[in-house]
C-alpha cells in the first residue's frame, strides 16, 4: 500500500508553502519517472552565492504552485507530461513539457523536457534509477537556462541601493540532484545550482536613454530545497481552514 498524508501538520505545511509562492529561478519540479495521473507540487528552496556580490544573480528563493498531469511510458511507449508552475510574479510562471523515453531501450528512467516562462526558457534532460514500486530513487536534471534581460535589482527588496550595473542577462548551467522518497504523495529533496555567465547593461555616464553593454560577469549560486508532491484534494483540505474562518 502506498503511504498517504495523514493529519493536519502535512497539509497546514502545504498550505503556508503555497501561500508563499514568489518569483523564483526555473526549476524542474518532478522525476524522470511520469507517474500518470494528476498531480499537485509545492516548491520551496532557497540559494546563495558562493562568492561576493561580483557573481550574485540575486535568484529570489525558488518558491512555486504548479499542477502536472501525464501518462506513464510503458516498454515501447513513451511517457509524457504537462505541467504548470505558478509564481505570484506572474512573469516567472512557466509551462513544463516532458517526454519520458520508453523503458525497454534503456536500463535508467530517462526524459527529456522544455521549461517555457515569461521571462526565461530551460531545456533540459533528467536520468535517474526510480524503483517501480513506489517511484522512489536518485535523479539528476541538467538544463540549461536563457533569462530576459532584467533589473539588476530585481529580488526581495528591490528599493535597496545597489552598485555596479542597471540589468543583467544571463545564461546558465542549471544542474541539480534530487532525491523522492516513496509513494503517490513523494517529497524530492534537492540540491542544485546556477553556473554561467550574465551580460551586463548599464546607462551611459555621460547621460543618454539607451543602456550600453558593460561587461560580462560570472553567474554562480548554489540552491537547495523540497518538492512536494501530491493529489489535488491534499492542497484543497490545506487550504480550507485559511478560506473558512
Known amino acids: 500500500m502506498q503511504p ?3 493529519g493536519p501538520w502535512p497539509r497546514t505545511l502545504l498550505s503556508l508553502l503555497a501561500l508563499a509562492c514568489a518569483a523564483c529561478a526555473p526549476m524542474v519540479t518532478h522525476g524522470p519517472a511520469v ?8 516548491t520551496a528552496g532557497a540559494g546563495v552565492p558562493p562568492c561576493d556580490s561580483a557573481c550574485s544573480l540575486d535568484l529570489l528563493p525558488q518558491g512555486a504552485l504548479g499542477i502536472h498531469t501525464g501518462r506513464p511510458a510503458t516498454g515501447t511507449r513513451p511517457g509524457f507530461q504537462l505541467g504548470v508552475n505558478a509564481s505570484v510574479n506572474l512573469i516567472s510562471s512557466e509551462l513544463d513539457l516532458y517526454v519520458q523515453a520508453p523503458t525497454r531501450y534503456t536500463p535508467l ?4 523536457g522544455v521549461l517555457l516562462g515569461g521571462a526565461h526558457v530551460m531545456p533540459y534532460v ?3 534509477r526510480m524503483r517501480a514500486s513506489d517511484g522512489s530513487g536518485f535523479y539528476t536534471t541538467q538544463g540549461f537556462v536563457w533569462m530576459a534581460r532584467r533589473q539588476t535589482d530585481y529580488g526581495l527588496f528591490p528599493d535597496e541601493p545597489h552598485d555596479g550595473p542597471d540589468e543583467l542577462e544571463p545564461r546558465y548551467w542549471a544542474p ?6 516513496g509513494g503517490s504523495h513523494g517529497l524530492h ?3 542544485s545550482g546556477a553556473f554561467g555567465t550574465a551580460n551586463a547593461y548599464a546607462y551611459p555616464p555621460y547621460g543618454g536613454s539607451q543602456m550600453l553593454r558593460v561587461k560580462s560577469q560570472p553567474v554562480r549560486t548554489l540552491m537547495a530545497g523540497v518538492v512536494f508532491e501530491g493529489a489535488p484534494r491534499d492542497l484543497l483540505y490545506g487550504l480550507i481552514p485559511f478560506l473558512i474562518p
Open 4 to 6: 498517504r498524508i495523514g
Open 35 to 42: 507517474l500518470g495521473g494528476t498531480h499537485v507540487v509545492v
Open 109 to 112: 528512467d530517462v526524459g527529456a
Open 126 to 128: 533528467q536520468a535517474g
Open 176 to 181: 541539480s540532484i534530487a532525491y523522492r522518497t
Open 189 to 191: 529533496l534537492y540540491v
